[in-house]
Structure formats: C-alpha cells, structure tokens
C-alpha cells in the first residue's frame, strides 16, 4: 500500500482475505484524486488528526487549495463542508474528480483513525 503506513498495514494483514481488497481499493482511490492532489490530501488529513510529520508543499495551485480546505474540513467534521467549499473545489475538478477526492478521503481518514485506536500512531514508512 503506498500510503497506509507500514503500522497500518500490519493491522490490516490480521485478516488476510481482506487485505489484497483493501490494497485495491486504497489504491484505485488515490489514483481517483487527480494529479499530486490524492498525495497532498494523504499529507494534510495526517498534519489534522496530529499524526503526520510532512509538510506540504508552498507552491500549492489554487486547485490544490481548494481540494486542501475540503480536506481539512472533511476531516475536522465533515458536516461542516458547505456548498461554497464545494463550489470551490467545482472551479477546478470535475464531478468524477471531486468524489474520488471524497472516496480518498474517507479512506485516509478511517484507515489514520483505526490506526490511531490501534495504539500506534506512527509517521508513515512508506510502502509495506
């Protein structure tokens, strides 16, 4: 898995017919997000829950922006996100593009939170 950190996925290998499943379906779902956006969400989901170590770039596009604020709030409390966040990230993503975002980061955010419960919030490693 390139972004569930290695504590993670020792977790997930505890049930193994579940594992290639999760694998797949984290990995389909950051390749939703387009472009770098899908790896700057990994980064800032794990700055919020206080768990990640990166910090994100400075050249950030104003899509990217966007894409960053959906992610914070999603993370914070996701009933917060109004239409004037989505209107935002609407300028520069399509539909198709906006719920791979939001697939992504539902992802991010139960997988960093079943770690955390875990009783192993490490920076990530990397791959597994």
């Known amino acids: 898995m390139t972004w569930v950190q290695s504590s993670t996925a ?9 594992a ?6 984290c990995r389909n779902a950051a390749a ?5 956006t899908g790896e700057l969400a990994r980064i800032r989901a794990r700055l919020v829950l206080g768990v990640g170590h990166e910090t994100l770039p400075t050249d950030l596009s104003s899509a ?7 992610v914070e709030q999603f993370i914070i409390d996701v009933h917060g996100l109004d239409d004037a966040t989505f209107a ?4 520069h993503y399509t539909p198709a593009e906006q719920m ?5 980061l539902a992802l991010l955010d139960g997988f960093t939170r079943l770690q955390i419960v875990a009783g192993d919030p490490t ?6």
């Open 100 to 104: 791979g975002l939001l697939f992504h």
């Open 64 to 70: 990217e922006l966007a894409a960053m604020a959906v």
């Open 88 to 91: 935002a990230l609407s300028d």
């Open 123 to 128: 920076p990530d490693h990397g791959d597994r």
């Open 32 to 36: 939703a997000a387009p472009g770098r």
């Open 20 to 25: 290639t499943k999760i694998d797949d379906l």
């Open 10 to 18: 020792r977790l997930i290998d505890l049930r193994p017919p579940l």
